[in-house]
């Protein structure tokens, strides 16, 4: 039984995740900061809630608490809570977006690491992008050059970088960011672009799925590794 908990799930390519780890086989828990949307997620998919806020210390340590106590441990962590951040630029948004994009992971993955460790084949995927990539925003050929999402853009790169770090300090579990494409969510709507939530989610089930001697410090998308 491989136990499973995705942040910010309730929609979008979390929701699509779970939905597809669930037929995997895996006992996934659904986070969210919304009671009610996060429960109605969770029963649409016959996954599990769990009420998980990435900016609340609380929220998160109750949350790990929950499936601790439930499962016993945790085998696979993906970090998809994200907020896009665009619009004004000041200090307030730019803590709001950090907070969420890149502090969030490490509340998550510190509280999450006693569980972790418990798993024979522990695995934590980051839904980054290659927005936070310098090789990617300073090509002209590549989509992110034009993108003006300079907080979005900026904690994505502290997402990724946080991945490598857990990745170097904990040899024993796998740690892997991942550019999904663009997709049609919520918080793409202003843009009119992406595709499915469900075709995104592929690769990070893929890499949720990884093989004990599976890569780990790694920035991919579905055609292999990324330059960042």
């Known amino acids: 039984m491989t136990v499973t908990l995705i942040t910010g799930a309730n929609k979008g390519i979390g929701f699509e995740t779970a939905k597809q780890l669930l037929e995997l086989g895996h006992v996934v828990y659904i986070g969210a900061r919304d009671v009610e949307r996060g429960e109605k997620a ?63 992971i490490v509340r998550v993955t510190e509280a999450a690491l006693p569980l972790l460790r418990k798993s024979s084949n522990p695995t934590v995927v980051t839904v980054s992008s290659s927005a936070g990539s310098f090789w990617a925003v300073n090509n002209p050929e590549r989509p992110e050059f034009n993108l003006p999402l300079a907080l979005y853009s900026a904690s994505k790169s502290a997402a990724t970088m946080l991945t490598v770090q857990y990745a170097k300090s ?5 740690f892997n960011a991942v550019e999904p494409g663009t997709t049609a969510t ?14 995104s989610a592929r690769i990070v089930v893929r890499l949720a799925t990884l093989d004990a001697d599976g890569p780990t410090g790694t920035l991919q998308d579905e055609d292999g590794e990324l330059h960042w």
């Not at 904990?170 to 796998?174: F, T």
């Not at 919520?186 to 075709?199: K, L, N, Q, V």
């Open 170 to 174: 904990q040899p024993g579990i796998k």
């Open 186 to 199: 919520d918080m793409t709507a202003a843009f009119g672009i992406g595709r499915s939530p469900e075709e």
């Open 42 to 104: 969770a029963a649409a998919l016959g996954a599990r809630f769990v009420q998980l806020d990435v900016t609340d210390d609380a929220s998160v340590s109750n949350a790990l608490a929950t499936i601790g106590s439930a499962e016993g441990g945790l085998d696979v962590l993906v970090h998809n809570a994200g907020i896009l951040g665009d619009g004004v630029i000041d200090g307030p948004t730019a803590l709001h977006v950090f907070n969420t994009n890149a502090v969030g």
